[in-house]
């Protein structure tokens, strides 16, 4: 990754983050943004999140694509890109992987006593 979409990138996380949390509301759960990839072009933008508690995660995941536009909108009038890129959200597989391998070492540890 250049210097320039991890620039881009690192700005969309904190400004992205911030949208969602005054302008989207996602009922019953809290929302993090845990990663945001550029394309080259910084045509695209790869929104990773999670959710608590994560049973929400696909609830969210339908209404942050249905207001991916107006994401966009505000981020027009914050940031100053020639294009502002195309927002696609992910739910963060990562963070559940780690969790389910901590509750693996927990059960280890809780039968090694």
């Known amino acids: 990754m250049s210097k320039r979409t991890e620039q881009v990138s690192s700005e969309l996380l904190s400004l992205i983050s911030q949208i969602i949390e005054r302008e989207i509301e996602?009922?019953?759960?809290?929302?993090?943004?845990?990663?945001?990839?550029?394309t080259?072009?910084?045509?695209?933008?790869?929104?990773?999140?999670?959710?608590i508690p994560d049973t929400h995660e696909d609830r969210a995941l339908r209404i942050l694509k249905t207001n991916s536009q107006?994401?966009?909108?505000s981020l027009k009038s914050k940031i100053r890109f020639y294009t502002i890129p195309k927002?696609?959200?992910?739910?963060?597989?990562?963070d559940k992987k780690r969790r389910d391998v901590y509750e693996v070492?927990?059960?280890?540890?809780?039968?090694?006593?």
Do not use: H, M, Y
Request: glycine letters at 4%.
């Open 26 to 38: 996602i009922p019953g759960c809290f929302v993090t943004i845990t990663n945001v990839s550029v």
């Open 70 to 73: 107006s994401i966009q909108k």
């Open 40 to 51: 080259p072009d910084l045509k695209i933008a790869n929104i990773n999140f999670t959710t």
């Open 105 to 113: 070492l927990d059960k280890i540890q809780d039968e090694l006593k």
């Open 87 to 94: 927002l696609r959200f992910f739910i963060d597989e990562g």
